[in-house]
């Protein structure tokens, strides 16, 4: 047995090693090692209170590449958010509100991923939750409790991403009004700098044209390799090509499941997290013990700069 076994972390399919191997630069003889120098790392921190689970930690060396910089940094990010962020991160836990949003199925994490070794495959459908009950940032919230649970679970978003397809079917001007570019903004870093899976592509179906405008404006504003991930498809023929279709539910004319089992199935993962993220609110970062400056919403997003109070000496 060898000494990455011990660790407790699960062992990856013979598929998933190999591409953790190929495009990762895992060493599992020496991840062991690699896991130690974080845990060092977080223990002299005075301003930051982290997990320390193998699983955990080899996630974020995963999501980085096995960069042990990159990783100290994005772990540091990823509890710094939770300050910076308060109403993504505010009240975190399995409650009826939580769990009355995953249950419209707005947020779906397929069963099967888009072959055996490739990216967990997501789809977003913002019209079934509704807008005067709900807010976005609500909404999201119960997004990063299901990502913190792929962090722990999957090997396939945390090896290979995963690929969202944006439903807009049925999407108001009562939601498109809650996507404030500030809060855009913020999930564009927490997405970036703090998260430890990376997206493979965003694919926009049944888009009003008003989205269209507004995405196309959007896409100018990219980087070319971010751009490169977003699709707009006026017909499913065109998304076909990217997550062939037998990988789609049931509702979208695949084999992958249907809906309501999709809902039903991390409803019950939802509730098995309850004491997880009771647990969970203890863990962040004090920006007054940080060595060097803050890590707070001005430091990461730089909108809140007019604000800042004047000290006068």
Known sequence: MSSIDNLNIRPLSAELGLKAQK??????ERVPEDIETIRTWISKQPHLKAREDAQFLVAFLRGCKYSLEKTKLKLDNF???????????KNRLVGEKQLNILKTGC???LSHPLQVDGPRIHISRYAQYDSSKYSIAEVMQVNTMLGEIQIREDDNA????????IDMKGVTAGHM??????????????????LPYRPKGFHFINAPSMAEKAMSIAKSLMSDKIRKRFHIHTKL?????????????IEYGGTNGNIQDVIDTWTNKLLEYTDFFQEDAVYGTNEKLRHGQPINS????GIEGSFRKLDID
């Open 237 to 249: 023929d065109s998304l076909y090509k990217y997550v062939p279709k037998e990988y789609l539910p």
């Open 107 to 109: 947020l779906l994490r």
């Open 79 to 89: 509890y710094a958010m939770r300050g910076a962020v308060p109403e993504l991160y």
């Open 298 to 301: 001005e430091t990461l997003f």
């Open 158 to 165: 945390m090896v290979s991403g995963f690929v969202e397809i």
């Open 23 to 28: 495009e990762l630069g895992e060493v599992p």
């Open 177 to 194: 009004f809650q996507f404030d570019a500030v809060l855009i903004k913020k999930l564009a870093v927490l997405g970036d700098k703090a």
